[in-house]
């Protein structure tokens, strides 16, 4: 089997993944869509929107599409990193035993992670990046595949512990997670006071996903598409000969080599999503602004003249 029917092979798992995922998630289409490219890229998310638009239904829903095994931490003040990671015990032979932790799964879902205090929030993070956790001086490799989906209350900041720039870089995507239409929330709430069950198949296995994720970094990138992720990226970085004006007036800090990497594995994946086999400029485009949006930070006057992230992020594309 060539790599052209695995991609294509990969368009219609994907085809039949969002025909399930959509029986219980209506609407959220790019978020969906978003979130199963960070999956197959091998990353990790961020989703970011107000309490009650089923993030949390979000992941758990994909979860059992893909037959993967699920984990859901509450981030609160008091979480310890022995909560996440696990902890020695001494046992009724009196030895010390580890007792793994709820990260020891495929799928993790971090719910707002800024309510818990950066050390917490560092373990979690070193699991996300090495995948392995270390407890007692012995490292444990994390079962693959394995993801955090983080979800993060945009409103009522008071007694949160907002992730650094560093952190946030970590995460491949910034997912803002939007209000229904009228005519979605019509649907929401017809199937959800109902007493249907919807039975989800599974469509991919862990091995299945694994292979795709091979298969997504040996496609191929023309050399343009490669400099124009690139320039992108040098265009939000202050004292590059690149940046224009926009950059001068707005950003007080740009992004760095990750994001350019993140945004050609990222239109990788986007390509193949859609059945092509290489990516062109609009694939890029077309993940830049949730690649983007985390690792710029905007000055008073982008805030004072109400420029959004998107809007300058748009402004440079």
């Not at 560092?122 to 090495?130: D, R």
Request: proline residues 5%; glycine residues 4%; charged residues 20%.
């Amino acid at each position: 089997m060539t790599d052209k029917d695995r991609i294509d092979q990969l368009v219609i798992d994907y085809q039949a993944l969002k025909k399930e995922i959509h029986q219980v998630i209506i609407g959220q289409d790019d978020v969906v869509d978003q979130v199963l490219i960070a999956i197959f890229s091998r990353s990790h998310c961020l989703l970011v929107g107000v309490p009650g638009l089923a993030k949390t239904l979000l992941v758990n829903t994909i979860a059992k599409t893909l037959g993967l095994s699920f984990n859901r931490i509450q981030f609160t003040p008091d979480l310890m990193p022995s909560d996440i990671v696990g902890s020695e015990i001494l046992d009724e032979t009196k030895q010390f035993k580890f007792i793994k932790g709820p990260i020891f799964s495929n799928m993790i879902l971090a719910d707002e992670i800024n309510r818990t205090p950066p050390k917490t929030q560092a373990a979690l993070l070193e699991a996300m990046q090495e995948r392995a956790v270390t407890a007692a001086g012995t490292t444990y490799q994390l079962a693959a595949p394995f993801f955090v989906l983080a979800t993060q209350n945009p409103i009522e900041q008071e007694g949160t512990y907002p992730l650094p720039e560093a952190q946030l870089d970590r995460f491949m995507f910034n997912i803002w997670v939007d209000y229904p239409s009228y005519q979605e929330e019509l649907a929401i709430v017809k199937s959800s006071t109902s007493d249907q069950v919807v039975e989800l198949q599974t469509v991919l296995n862990a091995q299945q996903i694994i292979d795709y994720q091979a298969l997504i970094r040996r496609i191929p990138v023309a050399e343009n598409v490669l400099e124009y992720a690139v320039t992108l990226v040098a265009k939000t970085r202050l004292k590059d000969p690149l940046a224009p004006q926009l950059t001068k007036d707005f950003i007080t800090w740009g992004a760095g080599p990750r994001a350019s990497q993140n945004l050609v594995i990222a239109a990788k994946c986007h390509a193949a999503l859609h059945g092509k086999y290489s990516p062109d400029i609009e694939d890029v485009k077309a993940v830049a602004k949730a690649i983007l949006r985390h690792r710029l930070v905007r000055n008073y006057r982008a805030e004072a003249e109400g420029y959004s992230m998107d809007a300058i992020i748009e402004a440079l594309l």
